[in-house]
């Protein structure tokens, strides 16, 4: 096999991602068809079989959508997380269960994601968030990513609800916070899914070499940090990673 199709959502996260499986393909002499658009259309896509390899799934909670008969799952790059942070890393604040007792030290409304609305819900059920006056305000994606960057600058410290990998992580400034009632999900694996047919149509070497790829959160975050921030191209940024140019060893 010399060509195959390759897609990812539209999303620097997991373009990022592909970024670092389209240099391994090339390295074998494939030169992978792009493509990329909404999860949902790509979830089509992929159930009718005309997508090689989707990068990459987050299961088994977050795309388990993507899932279907003869769909299989090859690697596990790195483990996203939901988190629930606080703005300023010097906190006197450390989890999610002492915040309705120090919510006057916090803004009170929550700049929330759409992707995570329903887990930051769970959040404020789970902790009588709502009742110590807390309340959700959930954005776009990306307009909610650039409220949360902004507001590491306030003198009000704010909780930042973010999936982890994010380039706000490597960016620093946050605190974790601990989620004792795990409100906000368990860890997630990334994992790479194949149509039907497509192991036997590669070579061993390079499913093994995919299979045994190890990214991390920690790797991710920076590269995303690198195309957002420094301007970087998601090849660039996978180039400069695999070079040990873009984390301190």
Same mark, same amino acid.
Request: with cysteine; glycine share 4%; hydrophobic share 45%.
């Given at each position: ?12 996260? *997991? ?31 992929? *159930? ?73 819900? *769970? ?46 992580? *490597? ?79």
């Amino acid at each position: 096999m010399t060509s195959l199709t390759l897609a990812y959502p539209d999303s620097t996260i *997991h373009e990022a991602t592909a970024a670092t499986i389209i240099r391994v393909l090339e390295a074998n002499d494939i030169e992978p068809e792009i493509v990329t658009g909404p999860k949902e259309a790509l979830a089509d896509l992929l *159930h009718k079989g005309e997508i090689d390899i989707y990068v990459a799934a987050w299961l088994p909670e977050e795309d388990a959508s993507l899932l279907s008969p003869g769909i299989t799952q090859l690697g596990n790059l790195f483990r996203p997380e939901a988190c629930c942070c606080i703005s300023d890393e010097n906190s006197p604040i450390t989890s999610l269960a002492e915040l309705a007792q120090n919510g006057a030290a916090v803004s009170r409304t929550i700049i929330t994601p759409q992707s995570l609305e329903k887990r930051m819900q *769970h959040v404020l059920d789970a902790y009588s968030l709502a009742d110590a006056g807390f309340t959700l305000e959930v954005l776009p994606d990306e307009a909610a990513l650039a409220r949360l960057n902004a507001a590491l600058a306030a003198d009000t410290p704010s909780l930042m609800p973010l999936f982890q990998p994010c380039f706000l992580f *490597h960016q620093g400034g946050l605190r974790i916070l601990n989620d004792p009632k795990k409100a906000m999900g368990e860890e997630q694996e990334a994992t790479l899914l194949l149509r039907a047919g497509v192991r036997d149509e590669l070579e061993t070497d390079l499913l093994d070499e995919l299979d045994e790829l190890m990214l991390s959160a920690k790797i991710i975050s920076a590269m995303d940090y690198a195309m957002r921030v420094e301007g970087m191209s998601a090849d660039e940024a996978a180039e400069a990673w695999q070079r040990g140019k873009l984390l301190p060893r």
